[in-house]
């Protein structure tokens, strides 16, 4: 398999775990934000330059982005012990529970909907490969 074909299939998926999970409130995160969330999800208590290395964003997109989320009550500051200067920035309690809640939702119905031209069988075939992938892959 080509690289430029595991790019085109990882937007693929991307696209369909969004058309999964709906929109609330004012709408969708940016992708950014999604990204920074992500990631300090798996790595909490991360400066804003470990949160760009481990996403590959801009440390000024980062900055941007975690001021965005730190103002919608999505993420919060503590002052590094070793250094005052430094914010460490995690999720906010009710982030955390948000993306539990959002885990926890199939893609199933998302791939019905997102892909209608595939037929019943392609459907659930492609959950099972996406299922193994992410089994293999874990």
């Not at 992708?31 to 920074?36: I, L, N, T």
């Not at 809640?101 to 996406?130: G, I, T």
Request: hydrophobic share 40%; with cysteine.
């Amino acid at each position: 398999m080509r690289v430029v074909d595991v790019y085109r299939l990882s937007r693929r998926l991307k696209e369909l775990a969004d058309a999964a999970v709906p929109a609330e409130g004012d709408g969708r995160l940016k992708p950014g934000e999604m990204e920074v969330m992500n990631y300090l999800a798996e790595n909490p208590g991360e400066p804003v330059s470990g949160i760009a290395r481990g996403t590959r964003l801009s440390k000024s997109l980062v900055s941007k982005y975690v001021r965005e989320l730190h103002g919608v009550g999505l993420v919060q500051y503590q002052a590094d012990c070793f250094d005052a200067r430094f914010k460490m920035i995690e999720l906010s309690e009710s982030a955390r529970k948000e993306i539990q809640l959002r885990a926890e939702v199939s893609v199933q119905f998302a791939l019905y909907e997102h892909e209608p031209w595939l037929s019943y069988k392609q459907q659930r075939d492609a959950l099972d490969l996406m299922k193994s992938l992410a089994d293999i892959l874990r």
